[in-house]
């Protein structure tokens, strides 16, 4: 609240924040419930000077998702993605290529999004 110019907050949550994904009903709601506070606290926050953004990547190639065959994002690639989210401004950033087609699909049609996510 001190901050001279304002603070920003990154969460960092997952694209299973917008939609469960099968045999990961836990997670995502967690994802979900942390997306929801996202929300909740921009208003509140706002006033203060204080931005608050959603990150919501798809799989980033770490221990978690090794076993899954699907496409993954370094780590790395990630950060570059969150970072040019946060210069052009973005609330909830799609960091990589995979969360840039979903959120696409997600402002398109959350339930089309949601039917895609029950595939995986």
Same mark, same amino acid.
């Given at each position: 609240e001190?901050?001279?110019?304002g603070a920003t907050i990154v969460n960092v949550l997952s694209l299973g924040?917008?939609?469960?994904?099968?045999? #990961?009903?836990?997670?995502?709601?967690?994802? /979900? /419930?942390?997306?929801? %506070?996202?929300q909740a606290l921009r208003p509140e926050l706002r006033g203060k000077h204080i931005d608050i953004l /959603? %990150?919501?990547p798809g799989p980033i190639d770490t221990d978690m998702v090794k076993a899954l065959q699907l496409p993954?994002?370094?780590?790395?690639? %990630?950060?570059?993605? %969150?970072?040019?989210g946060i210069a052009r401004g973005e609330?909830?950033? #799609?960091?990589?290529?995979? /969360?840039?087609?979903?959120?696409?699909?997600?402002?398109?049609?959350?339930?089309?999004f949601e039917r895609a996510f029950a595939s995986f």
């Open positions: 001190r901050a001279p110019g924040a917008l939609a469960s994904v099968p045999s #990961f009903g836990g997670y995502s709601a967690s994802k /979900a /419930a942390a997306y929801s %506070v996202t /959603a %990150v919501l993954k994002t370094s780590p790395a690639d %990630v950060a570059k993605g %969150v970072i040019a609330e909830d950033i #799609f960091p990589d290529p995979m /969360a840039q087609q979903m959120g696409a699909l997600w402002n398109k049609s959350p339930k089309e």
